[in-house]
């Protein structure tokens, strides 16, 4: 054996020892990959469901909201009609009604004013 063969045996076994050493941290980076896709399957497993669910959320949701538009739709419109009913009341039967109750008024203070005896009036 020359010397080059025993310097080339020397190379063999220390590459062989870095090859070993290496490997076990391949090995268990190799083990963290695994864990890694098996977390991302079970987290897209998981999310397919909650994402139907957020859809039938979100449907139910823009129902309700089309009644509750229905519905304040309609309270307006009833809120125009009664503003409408009580302008019209106003103007037809409010003024005469006034016009009424004044000369009510004024008859029952002529009918009360000529029943009162009237003061006498001092003459300066």
Excluded: C, H, W
Excluded at 53 to 64: C, K, L, P, W
Aim: hydrophobic share 45%.
């Amino acid at each position: 054996m020359t010397g080059t063969d025993i310097a080339g045996l020397i190379a063999a076994g220390v590459f062989a020892i870095l090859v070993a050493l290496l490997a076990v941290p391949i090995f268990k980076l190799g083990k963290v990959f695994d864990e890694i896709r098996v977390t991302i399957k079970q987290i897209g497993d998981g999310t397919v469901p909650l994402i139907d669910e957020v859809t039938t959320t979100v449907a139910t949701t823009n129902t309700q909201l089309t009644k509750v538009d229905d519905i304040s739709s309609n309270i307006s419109d009833a809120t125009a009609n009664i503003s409408a009913l009580s302008s019209l009341f106003a103007a037809t039967l409010g003024s005469p009604l006034i016009k009424v109750a004044a000369f009510s008024y004024g008859v029952r203070q002529a009918f009360t004013g000529s029943r009162k005896p009237k003061r006498a009036r001092r003459s300066r």
